[in-house]
């Protein structure tokens, strides 16, 4: 399949409608082939990107008993606040969509801080008291949550250009924005630990909102799945310490009826380091925004991409009943 297309999303600002048309093309080309596709200019500055990673890793450092008061309840309720080492089992999450059964023992060897909408009052944040971290963390990560709602609904307007929708086909059905922004942080792990088959950064899975924004380290070990050799997956190699990932979910599959079909990955062993037999792989900290349909908005297939006559493949559910679905294979007590 070979690496990934790298896009200039400069391109769909442009007075050009040529411009525009070729972008939106070129978005929708790589997205159809891969599930992924990576973005350069898309708008969030370059200061900001450093700025997340260096609150991401503070973050991570605050003291134990200040991480478990703002701690998710595992739960299909939405992410907020911290969850643990092995809170969310990716495993069983894509297990359970792909009718396989997967060991509960699988371990996601990652912990990370979930956060949504500032104006989400019945799934509110938790956040750190400023007693014990920076009080700039909130207003920051309001900030930038903000920045990448634009983002997204940049790309969305793309996706509708693209295939001829009426404006408002994508954007509209994701508000009320029910989005979330995490920081996610990788410990320090044991590289026969991987290799014995029972832990991973994060196990092969789909994605559950619409698309996903990632921003990610050096460290590497973002892999996606080859569509050309299912069984097979292509590491995702940083370029850019501005680059965004860009990929497909569960709920733009099931709108565009598997037209676009959502994009399988995994974080693992970094390729630079998969000759090693002993030793160990570095922190990782990635920063991902996934953009999610309002509650009430169906998930089910739009009209647009079901054939007439034909039955659509997905049922007609909100997007809250289809996440709090999904996320109950995700997260258990414990």
Known sequence: MGSIPTLDVSLFHSESTADRKQYASALVNSLTKHGFVKLINHGIPEET???????????????????????????????????????EKTSTLYGSLAGVNVSLDLLDAREHFDQGAPSDTKFPNKWPSTDTFEAGFQPFMENLFKACEGVSEDILRALELAYALPTGTFV???SPNASELRLNHYPPIDIRDLRKGEVNRIWPHFDLGVITLLFQDSIGGLEIGDREHPS????????????LVLNISETLQRWTN???????????????????????????????????????????????FVAAGSVPNYDDVTALEYHQRRLQSAYRPG
């Open 49 to 87: 990107v450093m700025e997340m990673f260096e609150w991401s890793q503070k973050f991570f450092k605050i003291p134990q008993v200040e991480k478990d008061r703002i701690a998710h309840l595992a739960g299909p309720t939405p992410q907020r606040g911290w969850s643990r080492i092995g809170a």
């Open 258 to 304: 598997d037209v676009l079909p959502a994009g399988l990955h995994q974080v693992t062993m970094p390729t630079t380091m998969k000759h090693l037999q002993e030793g160990y792989v570095p922190d990782r900290y990635s920063v991902a925004y996934f953009c999610k349909a309002a509650r009430t908005a169906s998930v089910g297939p739009l009209q647009p």
């Open 172 to 174: 509209d059905k994701c």
């Open 232 to 243: 097979e997956f292509i590491p995702v190699i940083r370029e850019s310490p501005y680059e």
